[in-house]
């Protein structure tokens, strides 16, 4: 049984600080939001966690391992490097989608994400030291098979952006409502799921589905750890098992339930 940790991180204000006191620069917004991303990677990363950009005002992370101290380490350092600030909603859950719809929620009882009066606020609870576990996490790890051979050598960089976006968006789509899973495009033909304890058969499930609606195929490892950062390990050692043996699923455990 998985107990995932989920951070939404939100830019406070941003919408109007972007164009006050005038419209500011694309380039300059883009510039910011990517720097802030790879801060905040590289400090939740440092604790074991993992961060996924979104929509970059507002981010998710998993952060099993880090409590809400850290979360306070963490926004102190953005607010003292940023001009912006953010707030931070922290949840729990047995699945991913619970435990971000408690973070969430935390943020927006504190106010509008455009709400200038609503600061650096930092809500809800850690997974206590006491019940962590080394199970805690779930995490796989998707990408494209062959996808330079298919894609990347044969048409341009648009196109080829299409095909593995139409498969990262029905993936995304079908864990989320079959699964209770969180999944996010994380670069190349990667794609990243924060899934509750699923079997097999389910990510065999979802592969199937994904080939079926975009004709796109997939492979996924998947991993479990107390952190993100252990279970995303273990996911890409599995990964690295499906590409080599051919079979479209691995996971890093064995698993007793039947996989038809």
């Not at 905040?40 to 970059?56: A, C, D, E, P, W």
């Not at 409590?67 to 707030?87: C, F, K, W």
């Not at 899934?195 to 994904?210: F, G, I, K, M, N």
Request: charged share 25%; hydrophobic share 40%.
């Amino acid at each position: 049984m998985t107990n995932t940790q989920v951070t939404h991180v939100q830019i406070d204000n941003y919408g109007p600080w972007t164009v006050t006191p005038e419209p500011r620069r694309e380039v300059d917004l883009q510039t910011l939001q990517s720097r802030l991303y790879a801060d905040l990677s590289q400090l939740v990363g440092n604790r074991g966690g993992y961060v996924f950009f979104t929509r970059f005002d507002n981010m998710v992370a998993v952060t099993n391992g880090l409590d809400m101290a850290d979360h306070g380490l963490i926004q102190e350092s953005v607010g003292n490097r940023y001009p912006v600030t953010m707030s931070l909603g922290v949840g729990t859950g047995r699945t991913p989608v619970a435990a971000l719809e408690a973070a969430t929620e935390g943020l927006q009882d504190a106010g509008s994400a455009q709400d200038e009066a609503r600061r650096e606020i930092l809500r809800g609870r850690a997974v206590e030291a006491d019940f962590r576990t080394g199970d805690d996490v779930q995490i796989a790890h998707f990408d494209v098979v062959d996808a330079t051979g298919k894609y990347t050598d044969r048409l341009n960089a648009f196109d080829t952006f299409v095909e593995i976006e139409q498969a990262y968006a029905e993936l995304m789509r079908y864990m989320r409502r079959t699964h209770d899973s969180l999944s996010f495009f994380v670069g190349g033909d990667n794609v990243i799921a924060v899934c509750p304890d699923l079997d097999v058969a389910a990510y065999r499930d979802a592969v199937e589905h994904v080939g079926e609606a975009v004709d796109v195929d997939l492979q996924v490892g998947a991993g479990r750890g107390e952190t993100a950062g252990e279970a995303g390990m273990a996911a890409k050692h599995a990964l690295e098992r499906s590409r080599t043996t051919g079979d479209a699923v691995q996971v890093g455990w064995v698993d007793p339930r039947p996989t038809d």
